[in-house]
C-alpha cells in the first residue's frame, strides 16, 4: 500500500478575472522511502498542489474543487481539523521555498524550532531545547547552544535554509516535501543542502516530495519524476528513463534548455511562447501553441496521460499515435 495515493486532485482559485485552474486533475502515488521529483516552469501548478496537501491554500480565493489524497489511510483533503492537525507538521513536514519569509522575524529560532514538539509531542521545554539543539548539530550548525537563541536575520541564507530543514525533521516525519529549498542558495551551499537531505532522508526512511524547475538537481535526487504544465502532469517515469528516453515535448523542451547541455559559446536553447493563460477555456492540449510536433488535432483534442511503457506514462496526442 502507498504511503501517498493522490487522485483526480483539482485546486482552483476564484478571482475577479476569472477562475484559476492551478492544479487541474492530478494523480499520483508515492511509496515509502522514495523520492518523487515535481518539475516544471514558474505556475505549472508544483507548489500548488503540495499547499493543498498540506491545508495550506488561502480560502478564499482558493478552493480544493474535488480529489482525495489517502496518507496511510487517512484523506488529508477532507479529514477533520483534529485529525489533519495530527498529521500536518508531525508525519509531514514541509520545507519552504523562502526561509527569511518563512521565518518569523521577532522570534527567537529557538522558540521557532522547538514549537512543533511542544504542540504534537506535549515533552517539557526543557527537552524539546535539547532536542531543538541536536537538530541544529544533524543539519551542519556550529556552536549550537548559542546560536540557537538568534534571531533569523542573524543567519546567512544557508544558514536559515538549515534551520528550516531541522524544523521539518525534529519531528521526525514520514513524508517530507520540499518545495525548492535551494533557488535562493548559492552553488555550493546548494550541493551542501542536497547532501543533507539525502543523509536525513536515508536515516530516517522517510518519503520525500522535491518540487523543483531544475532538471540538473533532479537527476542526482530522485528515484521517479513527473513533469507538470498548465496544471496537468504531461510525463511520468523514472528518474532514469525521463533523462535518457524523454517522450513529451515540453520534457524534451525542458531538457534541451538546460545550459551543460548547449555546445559552448553556442545561444541557450529557450522555450518559444509562454504558458497559457490558466483563467481561460482550455481547448486542445496545453503545450501545443509552443510544440514543434503540434498539428490540427493537437489544437482540438485534450490529451490523457497514458502509459508508454511500464512505469512510463505521457500526454502527448501524436506519441500516443505513434507519429513522432
Known amino acids: 500500500m502507498s504511503l501517498l495515493s493522490v487522485k483526480d486532485l ?68 477532507n479529514c477533520s481539523t483534529k485529525a489533519s492537525g495530527g498529521i500536518r507538521g508531525k508525519r509531514i513536514s514541509m520545507i519552504f521555498q523562502d526561509p527569511m519569509t518563512s521565518l518569523n522575524p521577532y522570534m527567537r529560532i ?35 547552544e548559542k546560536r540557537i537563541h538568534y534571531y533569523p536575520h542573524e543567519f546567512s541564507g544557508g544558514m536559515r535554509q538549515r534551520v528550516m530543514i531541522a524544523m521539518a525533521l525534529i519531528t521526525k516525519p514520514e513524508l517530507l516535501i520540499a518545495d525548492e529549498p535551494t533557488t535562493a542558495l548559492d552553488v555550493t551551499v546548494q550541493a551542501q543542502i542536497l547532501e543533507l537531505i539525502k543523509k536525513m532522508q536515508k536515516e530516517l526512511g522517510m518519503a520525500v516530495i522535491f518540487i523543483t524547475h531544475d532538471l540538473g538537481v533532479v537527476s542526482g535526487l530522485c528515484d521517479r519524476v513527473q513533469v507538470m504544465y498548465a496544471g496537468r502532469i504531461v510525463e511520468t517515469a523514472d528518474t532514469r528513463s525521463l533523462f535518457y528516453e524523454p517522450k513529451h515535448p515540453y520534457t524534451r523542451a525542458l531538457q534541451r534548455s538546460i545550459p551543460s547541455m548547449q ?13 497559457p493563460d490558466l483563467s481561460k477555456p482550455k481547448q486542445g492540449c496545453s503545450f501545443a501553441s509552443r510544440c514543434e510536433h503540434a498539428t490540427e488535432l493537437c489544437q482540438t483534442s485534450d490529451p490523457e496521460l497514458a502509459e508508454c511503457k511500464a512505469g512510463h506514462s505521457q500526454a502527448c496526442l501524436r506519441i500516443q499515435a505513434g507519429e513522432i
Do not use: W
Not at 123 to 131: H, P
Not at 263 to 275: C, H, V, W, Y
Open 263 to 275: 555546445q559552448k559559446g553556442a545561444e541557450l536553447f529557450t522555450i518559444p511562447g509562454m504558458p
Open 10 to 77: 483539482r485546486t482552483y482559485f476564484h478571482t475577479r478575472n476569472g477562475v484559476y485552474r492551478a492544479v487541474d486533475g492530478v494523480s499520483f502515488d508515492l511509496e515509502r522511502g522514495e523520492t518523487l521529483g515535481i518539475v516544471g516552469e514558474s505556475g505549472s501548478g508544483k507548489s500548488v498542489t503540495c499547499y493543498s496537501l498540506m491545508g495550506l491554500i488561502p480560502q478564499p480565493p482558493g478552493r480544493i474543487e474535488s480529489g482525495s489524497a489517502m496518507f496511510d489511510g487517512v484523506d488529508l483533503l
Open 110 to 144: 529557538s522558540d521557532q524550532l522547538i514549537e512543533p514538539l511542544l504542540i504534537h509531542e506535549k515533552i517539557s521545554k526543557a527537552d524539546a531545547l535539547k532536542r531543538g539543539l541536536e537538530a541544529l548539530a544533524a543539519v551542519g550548525i556550529n556552536d549550537a
